[in-house]
């Protein structure tokens, strides 16, 4: 367990979050600065928001917490953790994206012009990650309700940004799902600052923070606790795809450009189940049965998204799916309430976004260079894309849960986690659910990559190197993430020593 | 911030009338006509704020930003994308007797329960009291509306509508709830909204060009 921290003021939180809204700007101006610096612009704002985030994350495991304009903002080890996984999740798939935009029909309609479209593209690429950071690192309660709603509106036009009838219609889901949904977190948030306040115990805006909220919790009566945690859990539940709020999933992860995919799928969801943890936390440690109400959505959710991955033929949806089921486990983790609990499901939070931002670029690169992400249309890519086959059974090995890859440590501490908690009846769900990910995308990958190739992949060649070179970062971390792990474990145990408030 | 001071029968004048309007903008099948009663409810929310404003200052910019972008931009957005379109609403799930009798049970039913039970979401006595249980008891009325809206009607411009309900009873609530959040909370709020009727426009204008209507249960492209 971690010693007392330190609070240090620092300017840091809040640039992480206004160098890709700055880049942004600039680059809706990409008519005048030129494809290649908005394109620039687009690696090297996530790139910065990466390196300060390692900068944070290196005084936050030496003790400290950083906070910003007043106390508005606050980076302890947990939001140091999602900003960094959206600053490097962030800056490979802006790297990733450098090519895969300019495929013919890949940004856009065939036919339509997508340079133009860039500078939109870009700006609201950047927008989507200032917003996603910001999230992370207010300590704001009712701006946290802002900058989730930020990341819908920021993302929003991005889902449809084919403009086609198939992505207009997963944007407008994912608009007015999502917006209805988090309208109801606004009133969870609502309601704990005016519960707050009313124990007369905090001044002046003083109600209005998390970490001071936290200190109040046990005072505010029951019911009215209860009811603002089923708002938060509607509302940021809907936002992080837990069912039975998660039909907009599918279909934004499916229908949206492929870079947009890999951030909804691999920080989007996650900034989200940050919103929730961050919140519903607070109630933790005075109503600590919430844990078996927490954990029973998770496993509804883990077994959810699996079974209906099971009958996908669109990869992207599959994928999707497998997201909806992976969020379940990071769930169910941090539901607990445990030190290990927690331990394991923010390992699988970091685990998820790097195995699913792995995925999806490899599905990306599969539809670049044969035109389909259809299961039924592909076979035999193993001999044309040796890389991208290679990254894709790494995903695949990973996400199932088989060591020596991450995905094994991160599910092997929830079940022990859950084992410890003596919840037997959701271990074996647990492990029921993983059995059957492991059957389903092992499938895939030997159906896609395995057997003769059709007459349509014939011509397939390998992607180019600025796109598989993310994927093999983001395999390699895979593998070291899975052979080493206590690389993470300073960063890791501080952020779950912020959540763990059960069993201590 | 106490009760006296405020003027209470126009308050419960203005509440009343609010939760009709919700009713309105719901049934009405004229989409025109269903804007027109949103936007008749943002002057009565702005009203409102401005009446409660007499015990609580602050609340003068909560009304200021609520004309703008609650009785201003909104409704310029909503007349805008009707006045390209069809202005009769695509058949609800439920049909107009019935989507009547509904709304009208929603409306005493959940208005009563909540002013009778306004402690379980009223943590201080202050918003326990007078005007302000009735404000929390309109707020989770529009609320409720607002969600059955959303819930039974095809019509996407429709949904609009009641998603802009859900919001206003949300916002309602921040009178009695939250009447010192500060102005930048409160602007980041407001903002919020009118971009998200923006977008949700912007792209159901794509819908309507590319499928030829604004009817949900015609969105099935993802289903093949």
Redesign the interface.
Known sequence: MSEQVATMASSMPAWAFLVPFAAGVLAFFGRWLGARLTQFLAVAAPLIVTLLGLEMARRVVDGAVLTGWGNELRVDGLSVLLVLTIGIVGTLTALYSVRYVKQPGLLTRVGAAAAQRLPTFYGLFLWFIATMVWGCVTNNIVMLYVAVEATTLTSGLLVAFHWDKRALEAGYKYLMILTIGITFALFGCVLTYAAAAATNRLTGGQALLISEVRGVAHLIPPATALIAVAFLVVGFGTKAGIAPFHPWLPDAHAEAPTPISVLLSAVMIKMAVYALARTVSIFYPRWPTLAVFVVALGVFTMVLGIVMALAQDDLKRLLAYSSVSQIGYVVVGIGLGTYLGCYGGLFHLLNHALIKALLFMCVGALTYATGTRRISELSGMRDRMPITSACFVIGTLAIAGLPPFNGFLSKLTIYLALAQAGMWWALAIAIAAGLLTMVVLLRVARTVFWGHAPATAVAAREVPATMWGPMVVLAVACVVLGVFPRLTFPLLDRAANVLATLGR | MSTAGLNGGLIQTLSMVVVITSVVAVEVRRLRFAAMAYSAQALLIVGLLASFAAVNPSLYWWAAVALITKAVLTPWFLFRFIGHGEDREIKPLIGFGPSVVVAALLMTGFYRFTHGHV??????TL?QEGVFRTNLAVASTV?VLG?YC?LTRRD?TK?VIG?CL??NG?HL??VS??P???ET?LF??AT?VV??VF??L???A??RK??GTTD?FA?R??QR
């Open positions: 402690a379980l979401f009223a943590p201080t918003a609320f969600l959303v996407a949904t998603l859900l919001e949300v609530s921040l709830l939250a010192e959040l500060p909370t980041g709020v919020e971009v998200t977008l949700l912007y792209v159901i794509g819908v590319e499928f949900t969105l492209e993802l």
